[in-house]
């Protein structure tokens, strides 16, 4: 028994310090039931209000931020699509804005043929019928010529006839000569 005295010692010696080790550290630290819980419910306090006046404002605005931030995202996605579609639209239209000049200046070009050659064809049918008016006018000019000579001529062969005869023809005589001679000149 001896033997296990020391041992017996030991082991409570051992509880003795594990014991006085639980309590004595909490005294030893100055640890009190008290104190700790006082400390939790200040702590409790100070977490409610930061929460409450620092922690969900400051939460809320980085949602509203986050929520502007989607926003505006999604907002430049639409609008770089409805560019997108702005710059197909425009590009149509300067399409058919090429094609329908294209067909203006091919209209514009076949027009101003059509009239280039009607113009011409009315410069060829004016310029026949200013020909064909002075060809009349020369054949006018020409027919008044030949009945003046012819004209002239009867009245020279009147003269002449009248010398020869040596006697002064009546003026009735004088218009039968001229009559003659215009007949005999024209061939009637």
Do not use: C
């Amino acid at each position: 028994m001896l033997a296990m005295l020391p041992s017996l010692l030991a082991a409570a010696e051992t509880q003795a310090v594990e014991h006085a080790a639980s309590v004595g550290l909490a005294e030893q630290f100055g640890l009190s039931v008290n104190y700790v819980a006082m400390q939790v419910v200040s702590f409790a306090i100070l977490a409610f209000v930061l929460y409450r006046w620092g922690i969900r404002p400051v939460l809320a605005t980085m949602d509203e931020r986050q929520h502007k931030i989607e926003s505006g995202l999604k907002y430049a996605e639409e609008m770089k699509a409805k560019l997108e579609q702005a710059n197909q639209h425009s590009e149509e239209i300067l399409r058919k804005a090429s094609t329908e000049a294209q067909s203006i200046v091919t209209d514009a070009r076949k027009t101003a043929k059509e009239l280039a050659d009607r113009q011409t064809q009315d410069t060829a049918a004016q310029t026949a019928a200013m020909l064909a008016k002075a060809q009349q006018a020369i054949e006018l000019e020409h027919a008044k010529m030949v009945a003046e000579v012819r004209s002239e001529i009867a009245r020279l062969v009147t003269l002449t006839a009248g010398k020869v005869l040596t006697k002064e023809l009546t003026a009735d005589e004088k218009s039968r000569y001229t009559q003659a001679a215009t007949r005999e000149l024209t061939g009637v």
